[in-house]
Structure formats: structure tokens, C-alpha cells
């Protein structure tokens, strides 16, 4: 019997399920947190949590040998038919998944540049899988390939024109996650996916995404991971003044900079207390309050912003731990914006219903929990 192994390789951690080749319902999901001297595994199946067999955690190759020495029991006698990745960078040239082979691989690693804090975790995975599945085929899955057919005025900087035809352009991100969300709006309310829907992935790493007709026309991630919505410790939108600040005034080198908007910005810069939500809901410290402030605020005006890129909004859906989770969070950012037709039904929204939307308002707001390793496994199926 075959099965379908998806990876999602990130810089510290790993996380992995495999599916049978039919069905939507993963036989085994699982992670390692932390890859390196203090690695941990965590396996659940259906039934409840696996214990994981020993093994190192050091690095990428070890954790997912490690991963597969402690599938092999629930596995059984299936093989892994194929395996799909979830490559954060796919460029200019994909717009859908691609079987991996020698040239694809020189042509992601030529990406690396373009996001260096992923790509390389990434081609690490898929090397990794190579020697454990020489026989499998190997699938990789873009975050940006649902953006991949923005206007022009989504797609570029202001920059002189030379850089967008280096590729210096708003590619977006989350793409996986936004490619599951429209489907099943569109299994679940096929009206609304035809029209112009507002989708808020709003996790540790958040983004906002217009899509019209089931078509992504912008996105408020752009060039890189950093744009758009603050995060959990990265900055979201940022006057490029500000780093050329940093670099003459403060004389921080590019890599200090780098560290601080990816990892000590966002939600924990501004609260000093952590990048957690949850922490900050719980907190009573001003400024834990002034960061959710914050992040309320944006997220209202991106909402703004995307629904400016499709001349108005049919629906707002809610995604991510913090959009899935957070009744509170998401009775927020809908509270000032009335005036878009956008009102909520507190006691649907308290009970984390698909529609929170009150009966008589013009926008639907919807929660739709999102599953990106089911958009790689489907994609993976497709190639095996
Ligand atoms: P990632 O981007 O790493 O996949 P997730 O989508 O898992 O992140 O989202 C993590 C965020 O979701 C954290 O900020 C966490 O606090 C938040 N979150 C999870 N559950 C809740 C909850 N019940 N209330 C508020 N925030 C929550």
C-alpha cells in the first residue's frame, strides 16, 4: 500500500503528516520543535499521541530519520509513493506545484537570496526526503504560486524598473493556506467564492489576501515575509527610512537589522511581555494592551486595503490560531467597520460558528480553519 508524506521544513522546526492516497484525513500528524541539541518529537494519530523512538534531532536529515524510525509502526507495510514539500519561494516561473528534479532544484536554490531565512530549510527537507525516498516521487508546493498572477500595480515596487525585472516584486505569501481557504469557501458558500472575499491568516506569521472569483489580486506580504500585518515577533509594514536609519544612525550591520525585524519585532517588540496572543490577552500590562491595539488597527486597514483591490468585499473570512481561536480578536477588528457592511453576531462569533456575520449584514464574516498540509498532500497525490 502507498501513502503520502508532506513536509514542511522551517528553520528550527519540522512538521509532517502522511495520508493515504485516498481520503482527507491524515493517518499520522507530527513536529519537531527546536532541531538541534534540544530537539523534541511530538506524533498523534487519530486515536491519540504515539511515543516517538529515540533518535537525534540535531538536524534536518537526523529529525527526519528520526521521524521516519517512529512512523514505521503505524505505517506498517506502506510505502511512501511521494512526498510534497512546502517550498516558501517558487519566483516567477510557478504558479502551481512542480515535480522536483536537479533543475528545479538549482533553480529554488538561485531563490535562496530572495528568502533566506526559508528557502534553505526548505531544499534542506527536500534532500533529506531524496535519500530517504530515492524511489519516491518528490512534490514542491510554492507560498507564492497562488499570488503568482497579481495586476501589475500589486506586483511591483516603485523602484526603477530594472529591479522588477530582477524580480524585485510582491510575491506574497501563505499561499497554501489561501489556496485550501477559497476552495472550501467555495464547496461551503460557492456564491460568495465566486465574489470578492477578504481572507485574514492571522497565526504567528499573518498576512491578509484579496481574492476575487477564486483568484488572488493582492496580498499585504509582499517582497519578503516582513510586509504587511505586524506579527508575532516580525514588524509587518515598515518605512524603508527606517532601515536606512538603523544602518547610518545606529550603525547596525544588515544582519542585526535582519534579527531584529524578523525575530524581535511584531508583537513581542511592542509588548516587551511575548509573541504570543494568548499571553498578551491574558496580561494586564499597558503595554501587551497597546500591542493588540496595534494589531487591531493594522489588520482593520488592510482589510480596507483589500477590499480597495477588488472595488468592494462580499465576505471577510477569518483563518490562522489567532483568526480561528480568538472570538475577542476578531469582534475587534470587525468593531469600526460597519461602514463596509462588516457586523458581527457575537453570540455566533463567541461559539467560533462558520458564519459570524449578523443575519442582516452585507458582508458575510466567516471563520474557516485553514490546512495547508491537505493542499500539499492533494497536490502530492496528483504526481504519484
Ligand atoms: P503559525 O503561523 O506558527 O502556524 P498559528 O497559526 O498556530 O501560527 O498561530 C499561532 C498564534 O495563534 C499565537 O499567537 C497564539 O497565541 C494564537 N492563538 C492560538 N489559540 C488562541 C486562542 N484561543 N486565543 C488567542 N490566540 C490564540
Not at 105 to 114: H, S, V, Y
Not at 267 to 290: V, W, Y
Request: contains cysteine; glycine residues 8%.
Amino acid at each position: 500500500m502507498s501513502a503520502i508524506l508532506t513536509l514542511n521544513a522551517g528553520s528550527s522546526s519540522l512538521k509532517f503528516s502522511v495520508y493515504q492516497m485516498e481520503g482527507d484525513t491524515p493517518l499520522v500528524t507530527g513536529k519537531v520543535d527546536s532541531i538541534g541539541p534540544n530537539g523534541v518529537l511530538s506524533l498523534k494519530t487519530a486515536n491519540g499521541a504515539i511515543t516517538p523512538a529515540d533518535g537525534s534531532l540535531v538536524n534536518h536529515s537526523d529529525a527526519l530519520a528520526t521521524v521516519l524510525k517512529s512512523l514505521k509502526l503505524t505505517l506498517e507495510d506502506r510505502e511512501i509513493a511521494v512526498v510534497g514539500h512546502r517550498v516558501v519561494h517558487g519566483g516567477l516561473n510557478y504558479d502551481k506545484p512542480a515535480l522536483i528534479n536537479e533543475t528545479l532544484i538549482e533553480e529554488l536554490t538561485a531563490l535562496e537570496p530572495f528568502a533566506p531565512l526559508h528557502q534553505p530549510h526548505n531544499l534542506a527537507g527536500i534532500r533529506a526526503a531524496q535519500a530517504a525516498f530515492p524511489q519516491a516521487a518528490q512534490v514542491a508546493c510554492f507560498d507564492t504560486a497562488f499570488h503568482r498572477h497579481h495586476p501589475y500595480v500589486n506586483d511591483t515596487f516603485a523602484l526603477p524598473r530594472s529591479y522588477y525585472d530582477k524580480g524585485v516584486r510582491r510575491y506574497g505569501f501563505h499561499g497554501l493556506s489561501y489556496d485550501y481557504i477559497s476552495r472550501k469557501l467555495a464547496e461551503v458558500a460557492p456564491t460568495l467564492a465566486a465574489g470578492r472575499v477578504a481572507i485574514a491568516h492571522l497565526g504567528n506569521g499573518a498576512s491578509m489576501c484579496a481574492v476575487h472569483n477564486g483568484k488572488s489580486v493582492a496580498s499585504t506580504m509582499g517582497f519578503s515575509a516582513l510586509d504587511g500585518l505586524p506579527m508575532g515577533t516580525r514588524c509587518g509594514q515598515l518605512d524603508a527610512g527606517v532601515v536606512l536609519y538603523l544602518m547610518q544612525q545606529e550603525g547596525m550591520s544588515a544582519d542585526e537589522i535582519e534579527t531584529m525585524l524578523y525575530t524581535r519585532s511584531g508583537l513581542l517588540g511592542l509588548s516587551g511581555i511575548s509573541n504570543d496572543m494568548r499571553t498578551l490577552e491574558r496580561s494586564d500590562a499597558p503595554e501587551a494592551a497597546q500591542a493588540i491595539d496595534y494589531f487591531i488597527f493594522r489588520a482593520q486597514r488592510e482589510v480596507g486595503a483589500m477590499a480597495a483591490a477588488m472595488g468592494g468585499i462580499d465576505a471577510l473570512v477569518f483563518s490562522g490560531g489567532i483568526g480561528e481561536n480568538s472570538a475577542t480578536i476578531r469582534a475587534r477588528i470587525c468593531e469600526r467597520m460597519a461602514w463596509m457592511g462588516i457586523e458581527i453576531d457575537h453570540s455566533r462569533n463567541d461559539d467560533n460558528a462558520q458564519v459570524i456575520s449578523s443575519e442582516m449584514a452585507r458582508t458575510t464574516v466567516m471563520v474557516i480553519p485553514t490546512n495547508e498540509e491537505l493542499v500539499i498532500a492533494r497536490a502530492a497525490r496528483a504526481f504519484a
